[in-house]
């Protein structure tokens, strides 16, 4: 049989067990008043005095002074409230439901706020009518009063919220700062910690967007992504260190390894990479998407760079596209450069060249305005300027030479002219030897054929110091016309050098060299043309060492017509002393009859 719950209250306070322990339901207590059951049924309840409200908990447990140390108490089946004064003026009639407050000063302001979960010490502290809160650590959403949806996790989080909606803190402090900021989310220790009002901005990771203050819709994602930035908004940092140093720059995206890590001001830049535009501080437009690719940038701006190193040293250079590894990997200030090929322009420093494919102007240094197309294509050009080289190693050896044009497959200079000027060598290893020339197709060929004759410019309006000291018979007459061989092997060997690599080891120069050629020997024809005085333009005369002689055998149409026209004049001259010998002759017939 029950005893009544009086007669067990009256032995507590009885002066003679006062040092007893008091068991219910056991004989041998373990604590000053041990219940133990026997049956399953409730073990304790106490019945709150219709009068009793959140001021008065339940259940208090105090310390030895008396101070309360745990409030336990509820004023709804829907709230649960444990801690020192948790809850105390939450109003249950008034709306004040699902609530659930643990510890000391969790939701103690909170009124008729509802569905709120507030776990730590102090947290939603100031909650008075939001709703839908959860705050999970020691200050988490502390000054919140009526914001709705905001999650706080971690010490702090939310600290300084009091009206805005939606965010979401997760870690130290993050969103500590934040007041009326809606939409944002905070992942990591000090997440966000500054912001105030900016909205609509995800920090994930320990120090992300840590000096936002109002920034908005910005997205950092890695330890310290986007550490500095306080007003800048739309920018995109992923990666530890990403955009770090950003203040008031816009529309960035940072993917990887401190990627934009010292941009301040800069704007709509895109870094894709570990350390991919790391340096660059106030440069805009510009695009990295590579490992340490526009790696020095500073104030460079509307540069492209695609593939590992790509533009690693660029400084200030603006306007240039690189894509391949290593392309324009050394220009620091060059500007409007276009390189696409691995190691495309590597060495480049100057402006306005253009290399597409493997290797191509990778030794250029300074210079400009050079276009090259095909793999290793002016690879050993450093300092010649407004050259175009197309095909693989075209203009392969060009060194300092300018304004030189090669199209074919290791077309070019030969190797011991590198500083070559206007030549232009056109087809398979056509090679050009001289400044100022014209070689269509290389030695082995047999035919250059065209469906009109070639043409040269001859306008008289055009022709100064005219004079008609052309040399005719003078000069023709000394010429020895030659048939021969002409061994095609030896004279490629001799003009690219015999070890030159591109050399096409398979042409094959059998049919040129059995074929039978008629001409001149040009070291001949300028012995001629010295001994009869004629400064004749038909000889190409080497250029160097390694040079060749060559003859332009329409120029001979020259000083032929003159030959045939002085010959001409002999002819008519002899004509006239014939037509007198035979009026001589006639007269001499006549007097004998």
Not at 257 to 268: A, C, M, R
Not at 300 to 322: Q, R
Not at 438 to 443: A, E, F, L, T
């Amino acid at each position: 049989m029950r005893k009544p719950v009086a007669l067990y209250l009256a032995l507590l306070i009885s002066p003679f067990l006062m040092a007893q322990n008091i068991g219910v339901g056991t004989t041998d207590p373990h604590a000053r008043f041990h219940i133990k059951g026997n049956a399953d049924t409730s073990q304790l309840i106490i019945d709150a005095s219709p009068a009793q409200s959140n001021s008065h908990p339940l259940i208090r447990l105090r310390n030895a002074a008396g101070a309360d140390l745990i409030n336990i108490h509820s004023d709804n089946p829907d709230n649960t409230f444990m801690g020192l004064n948790a809850g105390r003026l939450n109003n249950a009639t008034m709306g004040g439901l699902y609530n659930t407050f643990f510890g000391a000063l969790a939701g103690i302001s909170n009124t008729t706020g509802y569905s709120l979960t507030a776990i730590g010490r102090g947290a939603l502290y100031s909650n008075t009518t939001g709703g839908e809160n959860t705050a999970i650590g020691p200050s988490a959403l502390y000054y919140n009063t009526t914001g709705f949806y905001n999650t706080a996790t971690g010490r702090g989080a939310l600290y300084q919220n009091t009206t805005a909606n939606d965010n979401t803190a997760t870690g130290f402090k993050a969103l500590f700062s934040n007041t009326t900021g809606a939409g944002n989310t905070a992942n990591g220790s000090q997440a966000l910690v500054s912001n105030i009002t900016g909205y609509n901005n995800t920090g994930i990771g320990s120090a992300s967007l840590n000096r936002n203050t109002t920034g908005s819709e910005n997205t950092g994602v890695g330890p310290s992504t986007l550490y500095y930035n306080t007003t800048g908004y739309q920018n995109t940092a992923a990666g530890r260190g990403g955009l770090y140093q950003n203040t008031i720059g816009y529309d960035n995206t940072a993917i990887g390894f401190k990627s934009l890590f010292s941009n301040t001001t800069g704007y709509q830049n895109t870094a894709l990479g570990s350390l991919s535009l790391v340096s660059s501080t106030t440069g805009w437009y510009n695009t990295a998407i590579g490992f340490k690719s526009l790696e020095y940038n500073t104030t460079g701006a509307t540069n492209t760079a695609v593939g590992a190193f790509s533009m690693e040293y660029n400084t200030v250079g603006h306007s240039n596209t690189a894509i391949g590894l290593k392309s324009l990997f050394s220009n620091s200030s060059g500007n409007a450069n276009t390189a696409i090929g691995h190691l495309a322009l590597g060495d480049n420093t100057a402006n306005g060249n253009t290399a597409l494919g493997f290797n191509t102007l990778f030794g250029n240094s300074s210079g400009i305005e050079n276009a090259a197309t095909g793999a290793s294509a002016l690879l050993y050009n450093k300092t010649g300027n407004y050259n175009t080289a197309m095909g693989t190693n075209a203009l392969y050896y060009n060194f300092s030479g300018s304004g030189n044009t090669a199209i074919g497959w290791s077309a070019g200079v030969s190797l011991n002219n590198g500083a070559l000027s206007n030549a232009t060598a056109i087809g398979f290893n056509a090679i050009v030897d001289a400044s100022n020339k014209v070689r269509i197709g290389n030695s082995s060929v047999t035919v250059i054929e065209g469906q009109v004759p070639f043409t040269n410019p001859s306008d008289g309006r055009f022709k100064t110091n005219i004079t008609e000291d052309v040399k005719g018979l003078a000069f023709i007459t000394k010429l020895r016309p030659v048939i021969y061989n002409f061994q095609a092997g030896k004279y490629n060997n001799f003009i690219n050098g015999k070890s030159i690599a591109m050399t096409a080891a398979n042409t094959d120069y059998s049919t040129i060299e059995a074929m039978r050629q008629s001409g001149f020997i040009a070291q001949e024809v300028e012995l001629a043309a010295t001994q009869a005085g004629y400064n004749f333009n038909g000889i190409g005369k080497p250029s160097g060492a390694n040079g060749t002689y060559n003859l332009s055998y329409s120029q001979f149409v020259v000083p032929l017509v003159k030959a045939v026209q002085e010959q001409q004049a002999i002819i008519e001259e002899q004509n006239k002393k014939i037509e007198m010998l035979f009026e001589e002759l006639k007269r001499v017939k006549e007097n004998k009859r």
